[in-house]
């Protein structure tokens, strides 16, 4: 059985195109690039009967949350340091500083949890359709994740390993054969003989 893979790998590549330029411009094209990333591997998953949506939507779900954890205690700790600075007073300075601290440490562990989800899917995906550079770019996305905390370096690598994304997909095979799984024939039960 042939199945049609065209469609949700260009979704799948423009997606990751149009997260690529996120990455340059600001976050509504990375908006509209996981939507059609989800919307590609969604239709993928269905054919293919895998879980690579699932897995993507939590990735996705999860770096959204981080995104705005960062934002909403950056900026509180930013207030606070002008406030504090106005008034001269070092305890406010100090909490404003442990804000901005505690907002970038949880920001960066559930980056992690959602670059791991991301690969888990690439994964999949590329060991469904025998398409290798699809894998590289999760493990990529992964790389960039953990060194993000090295001065910003991990988003130069996450933007490459979207970059990969969009080619794998871009030239991943637009059908793919799938055997109909048949269960093996068991032998026939031996009977037992009387008053056993």
């Known amino acids: 059985m042939q ?10 590549g423009t ?19 996981a939507i059609l990333i989800l919307a590609g591997l969604y239709m993928l998953s269905e054919s293919l009967s895998l879980k690579a949506f699932e897995r993507a939507l939590i990735s996705f ?4 949350i981080s995104v705005v954890i960062f934002f909403t205690l950056i900026l509180k700790s930013i207030v606070g340091l002008i406030f504090g600075s106005f008034k001269l007073s070092p305890a406010i300075i100090a909490i404003s500083g442990m804000t901005f601290l505690l907002g970038f440490l949880i920001s960066y562990i559930l980056s992690l949890i959602s670059a791991y989800f991301f690969f888990r899917a690439m994964s999949e995906v590329s060991e469904a359709i025998k398409h290798p550079l699809i894998l590289l770019s999760g493990v990529v996305v992964l790389i960039g994740a953990a060194t993000i905390i090295v001065f910003g370096f991990g988003i130069v690598i996450i933007a490459i ?10 030239t991943a095979p637009t059908e793919l054969k799938v055997s109909e799984y048949s269960p ?13």
Do not use: H
Not at 162 to 168: E, V
């Open 184 to 196: 093996p024939d068991l032998p026939p039960e031996k009977e037992l003989p009387p008053g056993r």
């Open 61 to 64: 779900l999860i770096a959204f």
């Open 161 to 170: 390993g979207l970059l990969i994304g969009a080619i794998a997909f871009f």
């Open 15 to 33: 997606g990751f195109v149009i997260a690529f330029a996120g990455t340059l411009s600001g976050i509504l094209p990375s908006i509209i690039g």
């Open 3 to 12: 199945k049609d893979l065209k469609t949700p790998n260009i979704l799948t």
